[in-house]
């Protein structure tokens, strides 16, 4: 039986084991055992270890066959030495794991003005969080060439479900911009996530990229409307840019200022997925 290791056990590697089930043997690194009920209740067999304590990774060291890397960079930087730590826990021993699917973000593109990209598209990234996921892949793809360990990339916008909508900021009032100032932006269920995760490690590309997107086309401020509408709650309020400097946090305006739209033809034609939730509409139904 084969050897699966989460590395990041939030929400969607819970989801991915749910899916995976007893066709493998699941392994997952967590900081600390108050979380370890959680993931014996979906067949994950916990492990203590913490990726920024390089010391306390030895166990997971020649452990698995395939590596499903969800864990965040550190909060803080420009590199993401979390990333560098695992790296060197997965080659110690020199028994390598066949394949690894890490979970980036969009923001690796920066600011495209609105337009509509694909994986092509030369990374820009104008935050330190977003330099960090440019780190990230780069380590990644160079241990994959060095080791012949077959990494595969997806890029990831704002994840979505029924436990991970903008539920407080809404209830807050909190504003959006103007639609004729607004930005596009972009989003996949976490359902529909965890099973793009799983095509990805059965049938993506080695040293290959996937922007994960579903179909929508919509702008930031469409989307808190229609998750207001949803929950009736009222739609935020709308404001200028100059406005929004004023009343907004450094984080959402460097979110706002960022504006594309992800081209997935690579994630349907070479992983074959058919989205459950292919519209936000169609995802906060389903909930």
């Given at each position: 039986?084969?050897?699966?290791?989460?590395?990041?056990?939030?929400?969607?590697?819970l989801r991915t084991a749910r899916l995976l089930g007893q066709r493998y043997q699941l392994y997952g690194l967590i900081r600390h055992q108050d979380k370890a009920k959680t993931l014996r209740a979906v067949g994950i067999?916990?492990?203590?270890?913490?990726?920024?304590?390089?010391?306390?990774?030895?166990?997971?060291?020649?452990?698995?066959?395939?590596?499903?890397?969800?864990?965040?960079?550190?909060?803080?930087?420009?590199?993401?030495?979390?990333?560098?730590?695992?790296?060197?826990?997965?080659?110690?021993?020199?028994?390598?794991?066949?394949?690894?699917?890490y979970i980036s973000t969009s923001g690796v593109y920066g600011n495209c003005a609105g337009a509509e990209i694909n994986e092509s598209r030369t990374v820009n990234p104008q935050t330190d969080r977003a330099c960090r996921?440019?780190?990230?892949?780069?380590?990644?793809?160079?241990?994959?060439?060095?080791?012949?360990?077959?990494?595969?990339?997806?890029?990831?916008?704002?994840?979505?479900?029924?436990?991970?909508?903008?539920?407080?900021?809404?209830?807050?009032?909190?504003?959006?911009?103007?639609?004729?100032?607004?930005?596009?932006?972009?989003?996949?269920?976490?359902?529909?996530?965890?099973?793009?995760?799983?095509?990805?490690?059965?049938?993506?590309?080695?040293?290959?990229?996937?922007?994960?997107?579903?179909?929508?086309?919509?702008?930031?401020?469409?989307?808190?409307?229609?998750?207001?509408?949803?929950?009736?709650?009222?739609?935020?309020?709308?404001?200028?840019?100059?406005?929004?400097?004023?009343?907004?946090?450094?984080?959402?305006?460097?979110?706002?200022?960022?504006?594309?739209?992800?081209?997935?033809?690579?994630?349907?034609?070479?992983?074959?997925?058919?989205?459950?939730?292919?519209?936000?509409?169609?995802?906060?139904?389903?909930?």
């Open positions: 039986m084969q050897r699966v290791l989460f590395i990041g056990c939030g929400d969607i590697a067999c916990p492990i203590v270890g913490d990726l920024d304590q390089p010391a306390t990774l030895s166990r997971i060291s020649g452990l698995a066959h395939m590596v499903f890397h969800f864990a965040p960079p550190p909060a803080s930087g420009k590199q993401d030495t979390r990333t560098r730590h695992l790296l060197n826990a997965l080659t110690k021993r020199g028994i390598l794991p066949q394949r690894l699917i996921r440019v780190d990230a892949e780069r380590q990644l793809r160079a241990w994959g060439r060095q080791t012949g360990s077959q990494v595969v990339i997806l890029r990831v916008p704002g994840i979505y479900a029924a436990n991970r909508l903008p539920i407080e900021r809404i209830r807050a009032g909190l504003p959006a911009l103007l639609s004729e100032e607004d930005g596009y932006t972009n989003h996949i269920h976490a359902q529909d996530l965890a099973r793009i995760a799983i095509a990805a490690s059965l049938r993506g590309q080695s040293q290959r990229v996937y922007n994960v997107v579903d179909e929508d086309v919509m702008k930031m401020g469409d989307y808190f409307d229609r998750v207001a509408d949803v929950a009736g709650l009222p739609r935020p309020p709308r404001i200028n840019r100059a406005e929004a400097s004023q009343r907004l946090t450094p984080a959402m305006l460097s979110f706002m200022d960022e504006s594309r739209r992800l081209c997935a033809h690579r994630l349907h034609a070479e992983l074959k997925i058919r989205l459950h939730h292919p519209t936000l509409v169609t995802g906060l139904q389903a909930e």
